[in-house]
């Protein structure tokens, strides 16, 4: 018999998740039967849209449900085997959850190669990150060389991805982050043309010095304020590709939308979401692409990997809405 | 020498404009040079987006200058003629502006067929109203039979060509429009399958009740709370098109955007913004469609005709933002 400790939603949270919204439980896990896997969880992704599963509203997958194992991304170590695709030793990723160990029937876990990058690694550049990057960019944004893209959470887990992949295929590439470091980071690390920091910069008037000629395609991760700043400083035919708007994941009702979004018609322009799901049957694509940057120094892959026990699951979320984490945020186990 | 009267703007109104924003004057128009014509303005289309024309911002077209002839767009026939493409008689259509008379160097002027159409008709159907909402359903939205379309502002110039062209197309399409006799035309008149009176009804329950699967085009004439009722009830893939904002040409500073623009990733949509000058080259090829639907009696043009001088420009404009008109208002002289 396997125990382990989990993380459970306790209650929604309205605004900032706090102690209240978890319970640590622990529990014992049944033999495995035939066709299923023992996992042993080594890393938990965290993610921004997590905050948004904890709401009980229609949205692109169903709200984690109270009294349930948290939701998440892991990278693990199958310590045990009755399924003839998975053996002892093998490291996989799968949506295991806030958990120490875990039992699959292994629909959806996917193997992973040790050998191309760390654990941390595949759940942020070769992860859901780096997906949505390289879809949002390519096949949403439609990114042709030589245009200018401005990147919102620059310094986030897929702003630094996606700011990378533009200047691999020859884009002029903007970042927008809270505070000087995230903007050194930006500029000095990933190689991004400029960075304006958001804190303590008007975002709006330095768009327009750094791309006079005007936005090709906005990145967006964070919606708010620094959207309508993108949405005025458009270039006729620009695509704004809506990923996330983190700034406003935290609040009960529905903030304002963006007060420029007639920019569109001005500039001829669309705004498009999209959830990288859809794009499931092509992450090997855009993995083998990414591998390519990642081994020939092109892209940097960078994680914030926080040390510790599932029970500093909370915590370490909220590190993503307070702008604490520089590239993918990540508890090891 | 021919004497014409003329209104010009006299000063750049905040909000609606009145009586202070208009000058009547007379002006004694010069003998025609080789290459010219005098035309008399027999028809003056009122549209929306004269009211965005009279800031002083940057937008598709530049604005008027206080104390320009106020720019629109006339059916006129030429009373004189010294250009070889241009015969006395001749019916046209162009930006002669709002005036009695006004001489032309014929660019960007066109002969319209008088036996195709009335004067009022080739200013709404087969004018830029029906040009926006043949370019708008058709290339913008990429309307596909079977579609469930919603349109606003749908008893206006643009809408109610927009919903028969859908219907034409073999769409499900529910019109927004205010008051009980608009929507009445909506459903009795044009063909609408459905319409929802925006005074009276809970607009995003009622799209909720009557497209039960989703809206496939939104077509936006308004912006405002009703483009985000349309927002809450996407389907998958759904493409907004925004062709206007009436319910905001007369703010003073912008309105709070779609706060349900999150609705676009949830749903995997897009709004795209369009200006119909854009498909200029391809106008032709509108005029014949629509002018086939006209004929075959698939699409009824409707005028709400306003007899007068040009001294009523002000007030006929007014009727726009009031919501006064069924279908494309237009002055005759």
């Known amino acids: 018999m396997t125990k382990t400790q989990q993380v459970r939603l306790a209650r929604r949270p309205s605004g900032l998740p706090d102690a209240d919204t978890w319970d640590l439980t622990t529990e014992e896990l049944p033999e495995l039967a035939a066709g299923e896997i023992l996992v042993k969880v080594d890393f938990i992704s965290l993610d921004p849209a997590m905050r948004g599963w904890l709401n009980d509203v229609r949205s692109y997958v169903p709200p984690v449900g109270v009294g349930e194992v948290m939701r ?133 008037r330095r768009l327009r010095e750094l791309a006079p000629q005007g936005i090709d395609i906005y990145f967006d991760n964070v919606g708010g304020d620094i959207l309508d700043a993108a949405l005025a400083n458009l270039r006729f035919g620009a695509r704004v590709v809506l990923c996330g708007a983190i700034s406003a994941y935290n609040d009960d009702k529905l903030p304002p939308g963006p007060s420029r979004y007639m920019s569109l018609l001005v500039f001829r322009a669309s705004m498009t979401g999209f959830v990288v799901m859809d794009y499931a049957d092509r992450y090997g694509e855009a993995v083998a692409h990414i591998s390519r940057l990642l081994a020939d120094g092109t892209l940097k892959g960078r994680e914030h990997v926080v040390e510790g026990g599932v029970g500093q699951f909370g915590e370490t979320l909220n590190m993503l809405f307070t702008g604490a984490n520089i590239g993918k945020l990540v508890l090891a186990l």
Chains 1, 2 share one sequence.
């Open 72 to 204: 998440s991304l892991d990278i693990a170590t199958v310590v045990e085997s009755r399924h003839s695709d998975f053996a002892v030793g093998d490291i996989v990723s799968g949506t295991f959850g806030v958990t120490e160990f875990a039992i699959s029937d292994g629909k959806n876990v996917g193997k992973v190669d040790p050998s191309v990058a760390s654990g941390p690694t595949w759940l942020g550049a070769l992860g859901m990150p780096g997906m949505t990057a390289y879809f949002g960019l390519l096949e949403v944004g439609k990114l042709r060389a030589g245009e200018t893209v401005v990147v919102s959470a620059a310094a986030g887990a897929v702003g630094s991805v996606a700011g990378q992949i533009a200047k691999a295929h020859g884009a002029t590439v903007i970042g927008i982050a809270g505070g000087a470091e995230k903007c050194r980071w930006l500029t000095e690390e990933f190689g991004f043309d400029a960075a304006v920091d958001y804190r303590n910069e008007d975002v709006l």
